[in-house]
């Protein structure tokens, strides 16, 4: 079985709904983790938003970046430039891969504003991981 890790800074938002969407599209053929290099706690948006697209990250945890399990990964996936530079270093054998994605929790504006870009972010999340999980378990679109 395939080991995905996805990293953020504060393990909050994007590597949650990565985790999430990476479970549901995976059926269960993945072990998948995430973490962040400065965990925050789950933000509650991007419960609501991935909870808008039937995927509960109700009772993911916010995790420090575990050395073992990124020792044991097949891939490791980081969502922002500080979680790719403050990566702790891993085996040659595991692939790494970054996705530069925007933090929505850094959003302003109106509510309507910020939960805007919160899906355009899950939006963007739930393409990448679904061709990821596609090309990983080899499955036709």
Not at 48 to 63: H, L, P, T
Not at 125 to 139: G, R
Request: proline letters at 4%.
């Amino acid at each position: 079985m395939k080991r995905i890790v996805f990293l953020c800074t504060g393990n909050s938002c994007r590597s949650q709904m990565a985790e999430g969407f990476a479970r549901r599209y995976g059926g269960g053929r993945l072990e998948v983790y995430s973490a962040g290099t400065a965990p925050a706690g789950v933000n509650p948006r991007a419960v609501a938003v991935m909870r808008e697209a039937g995927v509960d990250i109700s009772g993911q945890d916010s995790k420090a970046i575990d050395r073992e399990i990124l020792a044991r990964a097949d891939l490791v996936i980081t969502l922002c430039g500080d979680a790719r530079e403050q990566c702790p270093v891993v085996p040659a054998k595991v692939q790494q891969r970054h996705w530069d994605l925007e933090d929505p929790a850094r959003a302003e504006g109106t509510e309507n504003e910020i939960m805007a870009k919160f899906r355009a972010v899950r939006d963007r999340i739930s393409e990448s991981v679904h061709n990821l999980v596609q090309e990983i378990l080899d499955l036709p679109d």
